[in-house]
């Protein structure tokens, strides 16, 4: 909970929220998640990547 007042976030422009949400998220071990060890080699062959 980031703790801001309704009054505060009307207040601010929508990139000054976004910012700061996606700051705090960051800071606070949010985020995009990894799928794991990544694509398998068959997978990748199948989507036409070599050499990887």
Not at 6 to 35: D, I, R
Request: no cysteine.
């Amino acid at each position: 909970m980031i703790g801001w007042t309704p009054e505060q976030v009307n207040q601010m422009g929508l990139w000054e929220f976004v910012a700061a949400t996606s700051g705090y998220a960051k800071a606070h071990g949010g985020g995009k998640k990894s799928g794991g060890e990544g694509m398998s080699d068959e997978r990748m062959r199948d989507l036409g990547i070599e050499g990887m």
